[in-house]
């Protein structure tokens, strides 16, 4: 029997609250790679059907929570909308308040009972109960799908990676708010991370989340987000890589189609490996949907099918 937990990076002038004792949040792409192993994760799991069942994200309505809602009722209205969203009908969340150092913790056993425990200042911060039970919930899903990464960190990473790729998520990172004297982070990855993960999701089921959002420092870390999994898209030999990549390629390619027997190694930072066989020179990169390795022959213009998550590529070898 055990338990998850999603963390609070709260401050403000006169209390601080969760883990983060205060501390600013962290920016940028720190689990960047974790994050796309948790996707990569999720496809072979699930596989690409049961990944496309979570094609319709949560409604903003089915989350929302007014000061005029009764407390208990409306915690239990949306737990409720989250396992009916999670696709876990047979699951039963009861959901209580007290004072604790993290975010919100529950208890994963046989079921289908689970017991949630949410920080006691939901009770006066409603709007964010939401995404705080997106991420208990979901590890209720891993636990019964016998998913999860080792170790704390890597697991808590993959945990918030599959709320927001499965479209409840969203909120975790609406939950964001940060100005000069106070801020608040839900979750293990940071802001633009979150960003990215959505953008991933956004991309592969045509979605834009962009209208959902109550945060202003939610949208920006959103953009920037999109940013980075765009660069996915735009990697050699992706056709749609830019005049440096493909620059670059060119110079590695005919490196490794010069030293068939020394093995061909591009920078560390390269997004490609080259590979001498029977059959000739292949090259083998990360799909950017699902992040499972393809290999693919050198032999100019390729068009390559994921076998995992089914994207078709355009390729440029």
């Known amino acids: 029997m055990g338990g998850g937990d999603v963390t609070d990076s709260s ?142 960190r890597d697991n808590e990473i993959l945990t918030d990676t599959a709320t927001t790729y499965l479209g409840a998520g969203w909120l975790l990172l609406d939950a964001f708010r940060e100005d000069a004297v106070s801020s608040q982070k839900l979750g293990y990855l940071t802001p633009e991370e979150f960003g990215y993960v959505l953008a991933k999701r956004a991309f592969a089921f045509d979605e834009d989340p962009s209208p959902w959002f109550t945060s202003p420092q939610a949208y920006t870390a959103y953009t920037k987000g999109r940013a980075q999994a765009l660069r996915d898209t735009r990697q050699p030999p992706l056709a749609a890589a830019g005049w440096a990549g493909r620059h670059r390629y060119a110079k590695d390619r005919r490196y ?46 390729v068009r390559a099918r994921c076998g995992l998550c089914r994207t078709v590529l355009d390729c440029s070898t």
């Open 11 to 152: 401050r403000d002038n006169s209390q601080d609250h969760g883990r983060g004792g205060g501390s600013p949040v962290v920016h940028g792409f720190p689990h960047l790679d974790t994050v796309r192993s948790a996707i990569t994760a999720l496809y072979r799991r699930l596989s690409y059907d049961g990944v496309r069942g979570y094609a319709t994200s949560l409604a903003p309505a089915d989350a929302a929570f007014s000061d005029q809602d009764d407390l208990y009722l409306g915690t239990q209205r949306v737990a409720r909308a989250m396992v009916q969203h999670l696709h876990l009908p047979d699951a039963r969340m009861i959901v209580g308040f007290r004072a604790m150092e993290h975010a919100a913790g529950v208890e994963l056993a046989a079921g289908p009972e689970y017991f949630i425990e949410l920080n006691d200042r939901f009770r006066t911060h409603r709007r964010d109960i939401g995404a705080a039970l997106s991420h208990e919930v979901m590890h209720v899903l891993l636990h019964r799908l016998d998913l999860e990464f080792p170790g704390t």
């Open 256 to 301: 490794a189609q010069d030293h068939p027997g020394a093995g061909a190694a591009p920078g560390p930072d390269a997004p490609y490996t080259f590979e001498n066989g029977p059959q000739g020179l292949r090259v083998s990169f990360a799909c950017p949907t699902c992040h499972q390795r393809i290999r693919v022959p050198v032999r100019g213009r």
